[in-house]
Nanobody, 124 residues
Framework: QVQVVESGGGLVQSGGSLRLSCAHS????????MSWYRQAPGKAREFVAG????????NYADSVKVRFTITRDYARNTLHLQINSLNSEATAVYYC?????????????????WGRGTLVTVSS
């Protein structure tokens, strides 16, 4: 069973930094494009950052460019999100998503997997 589990959230002061992690298990990590989403209180879930299955390309929401960096560690099957210069707009539950590359899809595995999220709270 493919699973992704987020960690690293917490209470951080405005201007601080945080590194979120997402542990992937149950299938070959490199077969999945990975992304981070977030959901702020009272708002819809939104895309934050994504990275291709081979790590060759990344993309970011305009609102987080420069301050957020997405990376993946193939040795540890882990996705990371480095968040710098935190402000109140960053307060949200951050979710990890794994989306299988179609060439590697199998009927017994879901193509799209979500974690339960990790809460980031920025205090002023």
């Amino acid at each position: 069973q493919v699973q992704v589990v987020e960690s690293g959230g917490g209470l951080v002061q405005s201007g601080g930094s945080l590194r979120l992690s997402c542990a992937h298990s149950g299938d070959t990590f490199s077969n999945y494009a990975m992304s981070w989403y977030r959901q702020a209180p009272g708002k819809a879930r939104e895309f934050v950052a994504g990275i291709t299955s081979n790590g060759g390309r990344t993309n970011y929401a305009d609102s987080v460019k420069v301050r957020f960096t997405i990376t993946r560690d193939y040795a540890r099957n882990t996705l990371h999100l480095q968040i710098n210069s935190l402000n109140s707009e960053a307060t949200a539950v951050y979710y990890c998503n794994a989306n299988v590359v179609p060439a590697f899809a199998r009927p017994e595995y879901p193509a799209d997997v979500w974690g339960r999220g990790t809460l980031v709270t920025v205090s002023s």
